[in-house]
């Protein structure tokens, strides 16, 4: 089992930036794997960003260029930093982790409220 917490979410005005974190414990060694995705009111859940232990990362078309997810291995912490935000990144924002023998997110956080204001 791993445990998420994310924080970081709040309101901000348009071009500003936020820094989310996750926060895992438990079977961590197990979460190769880490992500952010996100669901705005009334839309389907979106890939934002992931990150692997090898060091790849892959992001969503719509926060390419404006997004960076890293990784703190020996905290067990993710971060999204999130640039240039637009209102139509307002979104409850969730931190993902896989399990062993999966590369499918099985882990979730319980989620961060992220609002930006035009």
């Known amino acids: 089992q791993v445990q998420l917490v994310e924080a970081g979410g709040g309101l901000v005005q348009a071009g500003g930036s936020l820094r989310l974190s996750c926060s895992a414990s438990?079977?961590?060694?197990?979460?190769?794997?880490m992500g952010w995705l996100r669901q705005a009111p009334g839309k389907e859940r979106e890939f934002v960003a992931d990150t692997w232990s090898g060091g790849n990362t892959n992001y969503g078309d719509s926060v390419k260029g404006r997004f960076t997810i890293s990784r703190d291995n020996a905290k067990n912490t993710v971060y999204l930093q999130m640039n240039s935000l637009k209102p139509e990144d307002t979104a409850v924002y969730y931190c993902?982790?896989?399990?062993?023998?999966?590369?499918?997110?099985?882990?979730w956080g319980q989620g961060t409220q992220v609002t930006v204001s035009s």
């Open positions: 993902a982790a896989n399990s062993i023998g999966s590369i499918k997110f099985a882990y």
């Open positions: 438990g079977r961590t060694a197990t979460a190769t794997r």
